[in-house]
């Protein structure tokens, strides 16, 4: 799409949306959110700036060897001294809403007693900024920047940790329940607990699979004793919930171990969480299965973790094709099939699978019961380049994304409430282990420069919100 004269655009880049982008946004409803998703560690930077505490991030990325590259988030996309002019960027995009994390070891340096006003502060001005701006704040208050003081006291194997957590929401919410009207406890407590405890490919990089379901435990309990004191600091329209990551898994052929692996497979990815979150127990066979003993649970525990939510978070982004009977093994090391013959790939290696995101959501809705869906994180990571003019070219973005949201206008038609829709990412950042070299944005960041140029994915994007803005 090249400029047709000078200061002129093209006709495709001030309608850079077809026919069939038009019907797709009118099977959304009016009032139905658009936004973009970011993370604190992921494009903050400052890390030591303004008062803010070490997180077990800081720690683990300068760990030689955990991060590509040894990359770190010292200084991400500097959004932290960057916001009005991000802000300018969400409002020409014409977003409705953004969702950003905020820091607890900004906020809370130890974890837990003293709190920093200057961090407090920057979150109230991006808050005010975001409002005055039209742009609906969603609030995560955790995704995955444990202050590295609570680790060191065990972290999320230490149930206290789960008290601390509750006492950092109460603080947060106190000051912007005010303003705030969306509010995620947890992003991906699967993630955290899993891959942190578990694996060890994320922080704090642990290897112990029974540890990972004490952290799961307590990060659960965490979201539990929260809800009650952020629900008594928020206006009582405000809504709460939390995002969990699903990755629906498919048998590879019709034999009996296959589907039996891949019903373990989907016990262990997928079913964790959401059912001590919906039906206020862990899925049978769960612990079994995985060679665990359950986790420590007080009386109560149970009860807390099942409290009714207003909203549940959807983070999906693939699926995978298990292949069965390879070996006598956990879910856990489920081998997965690939590639699949004709199918489509991201950069990240995840299946590009718009049906299986659509069974998701009918599967959250029919069988989990969920009253209120948003889709908190869908995106693709592609090979971006950039030539140094205004224009990056990421034509696989667009399709992608007009795949998921076909197959989620489609669930809608269907029945399920879906409320709003959040690309990962607004702008490319820190994608953890894979460091800066994982680009997710709709927004492209030169990293020497800090620019950001918007991709035509945003330039899409825009139109297509615009369009939906004029059909409602
Ligand atoms: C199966 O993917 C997970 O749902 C997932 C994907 N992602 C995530 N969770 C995290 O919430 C983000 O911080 C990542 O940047 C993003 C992209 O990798």
Not at 48 to 63: H, L, M, Q, V, Y
Not at 100 to 109: D, E
Not at 353 to 374: C, D, I, T, V
Request: with cysteine; hydrophobic share 40%; glycine share 10%.
């Amino acid at each position: 799409r090249r400029k047709t004269g000078v200061g002129m655009s093209s006709i495709e880049e001030i309608y850079p949306i077809s026919r069939a982008d038009l019907d797709l946004v009118r099977a959304f409803p009016k009032g139905f959110l658009w936004g973009a998703a970011t993370a604190s560690y992921q494009i903050e930077g400052a890390i030591k700036e303004d008062g803010r505490g070490p997180s077990i991030w800081d720690e683990f990325s300068a760990t030689p060897g955990k991060v590509f590259q040894g990359h770190t988030g010292e200084v991400a996309t500097d959004h932290y001294h960057r916001v009005p002019e991000d802000i300018v960027l969400m409002k020409e995009l014409g977003l409705s809403a953004y969702r950003f994390s905020i820091a607890w070891p900004r906020v809370l340096p130890q974890g837990r007693g003293a709190i920093n006003a200057a961090g407090l502060d920057f979150y109230e001005r991006l808050v005010d900024e975001l409002l005055a701006h039209g742009i609906a704040p969603f609030v995560t208050l955790y995704h995955w920047d444990l202050p590295l003081s609570l680790h060191k006291v065990g972290g999320w194997t230490n149930r206290d940790t789960a008290y601390a957590f509750a006492d950092y929401a109460d603080i947060v919410t106190k000051r912007l329940g005010d303003r705030v009207a969306n509010w995620i406890t947890l992003n991906e407590p699967w993630c955290s607990a899993y891959l942190g405890y578990g694996c060890g490919i994320h922080a704090p990089g642990i290897q112990d699979r029974q540890a990972a379901f004490v952290a799961g435990h307590h990060l659960l309990l965490a979201h539990g004793l929260a809800l009650p004191r952020m629900r008594a600091n928020i206006k009582s329209v405000a809504q709460v919930g939390l995002s969990l990551n699903f990755t629906p898994t498919y048998a590879s052929d019709e034999r009996e171990e296959t589907k039996r692996d891949t019903e373990l497979t989907d016990l262990f990815v997928n079913q964790w969480f959401i059912s001590p979150i919906a039906h206020g127990r862990y899925p049978e066979g769960l612990f079994e299965a995985l060679e665990v003993t359950p986790p420590p649970m007080q009386d109560g525990d149970l009860e807390l973790i099942g409290a009714p939510i207003d909203f549940l978070g959807v983070n999906n982004y693939t699926r995978d094709v298990i292949r069965g009977g390879t070996i006598p093994a956990r879910p856990d090391e489920s081998v997965k099939v690939g590639p699949v013959p004709g199918a489509c790939y991201t950069e990240m290696g995840w299946e590009i699978h718009p049906q299986s995101f659509n069974e998701l959501l009918l599967r959250l809705y029919h069988e989990y019961g969920m009253q209120a869906l948003y889709i908190t994180e869908n995106g693709a990571a592609f090979k971006d380049t950039w030539n140094g003019d205004g224009v990056v070219h990421d034509p696989r973005r667009i399709a992608y994304i007009q795949e998921y949201l076909q197959a989620a206008a489609e669930a809608v038609e269907q029945g399920v409430p879906l409320r709003g829709y959040f690309t990962w990412s607004l702008l490319d950042n820190f994608e953890w282990a894979e460091g800066y070299s994982k680009r997710f944005g709709i927004v492209y960041v030169d990293y020497q420069t800090q620019r950001r140029i918007i991709k035509d994915s945003g330039h899409w994007y825009k139109a297509l919100l615009s369009a939906h803005r004029d059909a409602s």
